[in-house]
Nanobody
Framework: QVQLVESGGGLVQAGDSLRLSCAAS????????MGWFRQAPGKEREFVAA????????VYADSVEGRFTISRDGAKNTVYLQMISLKPEDAAVYYC???????????????????WGQGTQVTVSS
């Protein structure tokens, strides 16, 4: 059974940093692209960042480019999202996902992923 378990969310002030983690089990981690998505109340789930199976390539949403960094540790079956200079508009539930999207466009959409975590809340106060 595949499990993705996120952690690291919390309440921070604007300008602060957070690092989210997602521990994966039940799958061959090195064969999957890993993604982070987020969903704010009343909004659709949106793409944040993705990293391919090898870690060699990453892609980011324009809204987080330069502030967020996605990385992965194959030895720990874990993907991370380092977030700096957080803004109130970054507040959302953040979800980790695993999939095998066939191109970048697919990797930036929810349909590119087969497995999802339960989410971790990030709250940013102004």
């Amino acid at each position: 059974q595949v499990q993705l378990v996120e952690s690291g969310g919390g309440l921070v002030q604007a300008g602060d940093s957070l690092r989210l983690s997602c521990a994966a089990s039940g799958l061959t981690f090195g064969r999957y692209t890993m993604g982070w998505f987020r969903q704010a109340p009343g909004k659709e789930r949106e793409f944040v960042a993705a990293i391919v199976w090898s870690g060699a390539n990453t892609v980011y949403a324009d809204s987080v480019e330069g502030r967020f960094t996605i990385s992965r540790d194959g030895a720990k079956n874990t993907v991370y999202l380092q977030m700096i200079s957080l803004k109130p508009e970054d507040a959302a539930v953040y979800y980790c996902a695993a999939g095998q999207p066939y191109n970048i466009a697919r990797a930036m959409g929810v349909m590119g992923y087969d497995y999802w975590g339960q989410g971790t809340q990030v709250t940013v106060s102004s």
